[in-house]
């Protein structure tokens, strides 16, 4: 269904191809998981498959690439558009109308079909992918995960033979992924639908795939194999993967099934350093909590329209705090972020940050004492290079020159002076709006979605960035639906369901007690709260 022949790219501009003599053959029916570290070029090679690459991106692409035996030099996007369907990494920029039910009906319109056969469609799509509630509502009021769902909607409705995915749980709550990749299943084996799927996310996806493609970068070549063949050795593996590898175990588990089927005799290892893991986890957060406090909401209520966001919410943190917010897609999680920047002002109830009402302040004043790194990171990027980018917000925010520089060689190494923001990845994307945050060093900072595009490496970098803002006294906010994220970095985690804080503790309490919010580690050994890989590595080393 898909072949790659010795194909290359390589970019104008560039000095090194981004892919380098791939060979690639995707039968029908196959879900082919794409890994690799962020910039190794996934992206490319599945913009390869439906012409995007070259026709759009420009560049040379030498060999030869065939979808359903069409010959992507000779035919450019549009005419793939029956065989293929692509949901890119940023689901806003591939919209075409306003509204979630006139978007799940462009495509089909575009090609013809009759009426009656869109509307059943339509439909059909609504009911698979839990979006009925949605059908009236415009797309730039949806959460990110809820227009993540309306844009992979809108492909499935074309019926396309292939179907190419780019980062599509990203933006997901756990709940909506495991939906979205039922859905991909049921394509697959039911329709014998190809998908080709690029994500970071591993422990969502690997125990799905049916064969997994390492892209390496710096152009070498591709690595292909059944998911238990590569995870054996990759350089990127979700945590159950880890913890099998630290173990021992083999054969090594995809899954927390399988993996649970193993941990026995690893439990009754580790039985007698639970104590003294609670132990260490409560100086920890003695150390790190300053009892000054940076940020408080009070009884806040916020609408969006005449829908409430937010029902009588109230927080507080203090400086030094780590307080990841989870929750369902479209629960109000975005919306605490913004309210706490000054985005939104609440129609009742008192908000402060640094003792000041933000939405009162302006200019440096307000990013003095709160920054936001939203969920689309360009909309803090307005520069045409991203060295030009790290200047001025060195110079915005009264930082040293070459700090804003300095934070993104650390967060993402290797990106050039040179480059245009738009030309990144979404995780350099991410690494750049954050160093354009960090440089001026507010009090607190809030992050929506910050590992959306971020790698294994990547994401350790954060973090470690994080971390170490903590213990200098910062208050960090993040909205997350990465539970890896929040097991490892969270001191603690506050629960919003439709607008109101439904649990709020420690995080091993909070998401060890909760199946939908629980990490790999703590689902594989419980009801030992062990929420990560290096909490088990480092028990290991004292039973020892």
Known sequence: MIRFDDVSVTYDGATAPVLSRVDLHVPEGELVLVVGRTGTGKS????????????FTGGTLSGRVTVAGRDTRLHPPR????????????????????????????????????????????????????????????????????????????VLTMHPKVLVLDEPTSALDPGAAEEVLAALQRLVHDLGVTVLLAEHRLERVVQYADRVVVVPGAGEPLVVGTPAEVMADAPVAPPVVELGRLAGWNPLPLSVRDARRAAGPLREQLEPQLADAAAARTRSAIHVLSDDVALTVSDAVVRHGSVPALRGVTLAADRGEIVAV??????????????????HVPTAGVVAVGGSTPSTLRGRDLVSRVGLVPQEPTDLLVADRVGDECTAADRDGGAVA?????????????????????????????????????????????????????????????????????????????????????????????????????????????????????????????????????????????AS
Request: glycine fraction near 8%; aromatic fraction near 2%.
């Open 326 to 343: 989870m929750g369902r897609n479209g629960a109000g999680k975005s919306t605490l972020l913004g309210t706490l920047v000054g985005l």
């Open 402 to 542: 070459g700090t804003t520089r300095a934070l993104l060689d650390r967060l993402a190494p290797g990106i050039a002076d040179a480059s245009h923001p738009r030309d990144l990845s979404e995780g350099q994307r991410l690494a750049l709006a954050l160093a354009v945050v960090l440089a001026s060093e507010p009090p607190v900072l809030l992050l929506d979605e910050p590992t959306r595009g971020l790698d294994y490496a990547a994401k350790q970098r954060l973090v470690t960035t994080l971390r170490d803002l903590a213990t200098r006294g910062h208050c960090v906010v993040l909205a997350t639906h990465d539970v890896e994220l929040a097991a490892e970095v969270a001191t603690r985690v506050v629960v919003i369901a439709d607008g109101e804080i439904v649990a709020d503790g420690p995080a091993t309490d909070v998401v060890v007690g909760s199946p939908m919010f629980a990490p790999q580690v703590s689902k594989v050994m419980a009801p030992q709260p062990w929420l990560t890989v290096a909490e088990v590595r480092a028990a290991l080393v004292v």
């Open 44 to 55: 490319t090679l599945l913009r390869c498959v439906n012409g995007l690459v070259p026709h």
């Open 79 to 154: 005419e793939l558009a029956d065989v293929v369907g692509v949901v890119p990494q940023d689901p806003l920029s591939g919209f075409v109308t306003d509204m979630v039910e006139d978007e799940l009906a462009y495509g089909m319109e575009s090609i013809g079909l009759a009426p009656d056969v869109m509307r059943r469609r339509v439909e059909e799509t609504l009911d698979l992918l839990g979006l009925a509630e949605l059908r009236n509502r415009p797309l730039r009021s949806l959460s990110g995960g809820q227009r993540q769902r309306v844009a992979i909607g809108a």
